[in-house]
């Protein structure tokens, strides 16, 4: 973790958040490289889940063609959203968690609260009852909206993306014209204020999430879940990283969220210890039963294109993809560190996906004379318009080669002395260190086959 915490400073993957004033604890600055990275990942997750999620196919073992549209929601909301979400009940209490059944209990009440698994005893009593501390919950927070700085004004910051969904859900339904089976997807920031960040950036107090909710039928939902279960496995592994380290666990059922009816988690085996990048569930009807109650609107689905028969009104049960954007990411770099011997030195390469690499390939002239520069400086501006290439003259080529494989340039394309007779490139592949001629002007198609997938 040392050694990739390090890379990650020196080469522009990420900064301690102002790090001129001392930083702040659980708070990082995506570099030139790392915002590239990341912007990656999550264009990544958008075009596979969200815009190119193919609507009328029923590929990849889903139970029936759904759709999937997106949200952007602001991070502040009415602060009544949070009282319904649950977020708010232990704001500034002290608080004990339970590990058996994942409640949160204020500590002066737990005499008198019953266990939520076991309703014939009171919290921690029960035998599945695992009580942590005492701690003030501080989760989120808190700011004022306005220029009152009183209780009619308190706003906070977003703990998760997720009920900027579940609050829109009938807007989206009003004008999308969805229908259920169908998701709806959002990235964006959240915060929390967690008791103790650790691990780089995979415990942050400022993330990303990657969330999907998919509303569906409570009769559906089972086989709704396992399908978003495993596709989200495969999501990381189509994008490198390897099964052996990536782990799809089950929740026991003694793990659940008293309304959850089914969750698993995708874990990465980080330096650090294996860890979640990502938690699936079916959150039943839960969510949009709080919101209904707590602000008084019809959130039951109608659908009113189903035969006479069918026709029917209903709260519809919600399977919930919920990634991190930070972890992902941490994941892609941990599992991208290599160190090889080549040429009698050790190489140290990232080797990223092409669709994640930050840039996609070097375009470098052999020599600084002989026009090969200004044939380099060509193609570099004819790559420019389609992806992130860098153009690097300076220094001998192996050199060169040994800074781009260090950021995970998947291609290094030299233009030589051969380029100027025949109008060929070398290029140089940093996995296998191959080298082969293209024809200059197919490397545009070449190149796009290689990083997407399209020419
Ligand atoms: P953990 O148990 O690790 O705190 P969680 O179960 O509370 O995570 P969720 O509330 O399910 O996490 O959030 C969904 C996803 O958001 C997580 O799988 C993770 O990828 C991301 N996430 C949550 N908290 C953080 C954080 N503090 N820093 C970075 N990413 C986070």
Not at 28 to 35: A, K, N, S
Not at 321 to 332: E, N
Not at 428 to 441: F, H, K, T, Y
Request: proline residues 5%; glycine residues 8%.
């Amino acid at each position: 973790m040392e050694k990739l915490v390090s890379l990650c400073k020196r080469r522009g993957f990420v900064f301690p958040s102002s790090e001129i004033y001392g930083g702040l604890n659980g708070c990082w600055d995506y570099g030139p490289l790392g915002v590239e990275l990341k912007r990656n990942i999550k264009e990544a997750w958008w075009k596979d889940m969200v815009a190119g999620h193919d609507d009328v196919s029923t590929l990849n073992g889903a139970p029936s063609a759904y759709s999937m549209v997106g949200v952007d929601c602001s991070i502040l909301m009415n602060p009544q959203v949070w009282v319904a979400s649950g977020h708010v009940g232990g704001f500034s209490d002290p608080m004990v968690d339970c590990k058996g059944c994942k409640g949160r209990f204020r500590a002066d009440q737990i005499a008198d609260l019953k266990c939520p698994e076991k309703p014939s005893k009171c919290v921690g009593e029960s035998d599945k009852c695992q009580l942590t501390d005492a701690r003030a919950f501080n989760l989120m927070f808190k700011t004022n909206v306005g220029a009152l700085e009183d209780s009619s004004s308190i706003a906070y910051l977003r703990p998760e993306t997720a009920q900027g969904i579940f609050v829109n859900f009938k807007n989206v339904c009003d004008t999308s014209r969805v229908r259920v089976p169908f998701g709806i997807a959002q990235i964006g920031k959240a915060f929390r204020n967690e008791i103790n960040p650790r691990n780089f950036t995979f415990r942050s107090r400022e993330f990303e999430q990657m969330e999907i909710e998919f509303f569906c039928s409570p009769e559906s939902s089972e086989g709704w879940y396992q399908y978003w279960r495993n596709r989200r496995y495969r999501w990381y592994t189509d994008l490198g990283l390897k099964s052996d380290k990536l782990i799809l666990r089950d929740h026991h059922p003694d793990e659940l969220a008293h309304y959850a009816k089914g969750c698993a988690d995708v874990e990465y085996e980080f330096p650090f210890g294996v860890s979640e990048l990502e938690g699936i569930a079916n959150r039943t009807d839960f969510d949009l039963r709080q919101h209904m109650q707590h602000s008084g609107k019809d959130l039951n689905y109608f659908d009113d294109q189903e035969p006479d028969a069918a026709k029917r009104r209903f709260v519809p049960y919600v399977i919930e993809p919920s990634a991190g954007a930070d972890r992902a990411t941490l994941a892609f770099l941990c599992e991208a560190y290599h160190e090889d011997q080549v040429e009698g030195e050790t190489r140290i390469v990232m080797r990223f996906h092409p669709r994640l690499a930050p840039i996609k390939a070097a375009i470098l002239p052999l020599v600084k004379k002989e026009g090969m520069p200004e044939k380099a400086a060509e193609l570099y501006r004819t790559l420019r318009k389609r992806f992130n290439v860098f153009y690097d003259e300076k220094g001998a080529i192996g050199r060169r080669y040994r800074r781009q494989d260090e950021v995970g340039t998947p291609y290094c394309i030299t233009v030589d002395g051969q380029t100027l007779s025949d109008a060929t490139v070398t290029v140089r592949d940093r996995d296998s260190l191959e080298q082969s001629r293209v024809a200059m002007g197919d490397i545009p198609g070449w190149l796009a086959e290689k990083v997407t997938g399209d020419a």
